[in-house]
């Protein structure tokens, strides 16, 4: 079964550091989400992308976080600097397509195993 | 905005008992559908079900059903004849559907943390 790819899954960083998150969809999906999750509360969109295009990144704190989806396909979340707030799991998800109105299939997320980010 | 609120941080029962996990949402949109994701220790984070809004009848996955109430915006699920899998954290989640915009971002509560006692 297809699933999408998040690397690495745990990373420990100082503050002010850079740091990288890399997230592979399901192969054909071209909707991706990044989330963030702080621990004890549910996910937060921080960014989604409709094929090479963002869709939503009204939720991305844009003086430090950072997001790519060159070619349509992977995606990168980067953070410049970390901070110690900036702490949690993040989460990609995938879905088909969001335009398809007649399936709900289409719209249904799929979820990566998530990065789990300390910083220190 | 959207507000998704589950006002049970953490609940318990015994293997093979009936839970009701609850959820209330708030919205002034007419077109939206709604989800639950179980999300177990340390694993990503899974459809359970899903309903759509302008759906009455409440949707069924095996031992997982939803109570809706559109009025009331209310989305509570029911585990029957619950097992130890099913630990895990629950959350309830709404989907905005928008003409020209498509579906937009899943919109979670805070979760509610099931136990399965043997």
């Known amino acids: 079964e297809a699933e999408v790819a998040q690397s690495p899954r745990y990373k420990i960083t100082e503050k002010s550091q850079a740091v990288a998150f890399w997230c592979d969809p399901i192969s054909g999906h071209a909707t991706l989400y990044w989330y963030r999750q702080i621990l004890g509360q549910g996910p937060e969109l921080l960014v989604q992308?409709?094929?090479?295009?963002?869709?939503?990144d009204s939720q991305l704190p844009k003086d430090r976080f950072s997001a790519e989806r060159l070619k349509g396909v992977d995606s990168t979340l980067k953070i410049q600097p970390a901070e110690l707030g900036d702490s949690a799991m993040y989460l990609c998800?995938?879905?088909?397509?969001?335009?398809?109105?007649?399936?709900?299939?289409?719209?249904?997320?799929?979820f990566g195993p998530g990065t789990r980010l300390t910083v220190t | 905005a959207q507000t998704v609120t589950q006002s049970q941080p953490e609940m318990s029962v015994q293997e093979a008992e009936t839970v009701t996990l609850s959820c209330t949402y708030d919205t002034s949109e007419n077109n939206y559908y709604l989800f639950w994701y179980k999300q177990p220790p340390s694993r990503q984070m899974i459809l359970v079900i899903r309903?759509?809004?302008?759906?009455?009848q409440n949707a069924t996955e095996n031992r997982f059903s939803v109570n809706f109430q559109k009025a009331a915006k209310s989305f509570s699920l029911k585990i029957s004849d619950s097992q130890l899998g099913d630990t895990a954290m629950y959350f309830c989640a709404f989907m905005k559907l928008s003409v020209g915009q498509g579906a937009q971002k899943l919109v979670f509560g805070q979760g509610t943390r099931l136990t399965i006692n043997p």
């Open positions: 309903q759509e809004a302008y759906k009455q």
């Open positions: 992308f409709q094929d090479e295009s963002v869709v939503d």
């Open positions: 998800a995938s879905s088909l397509y969001i335009y398809d109105w007649a399936s709900l299939n289409s719209y249904e997320q799929y």
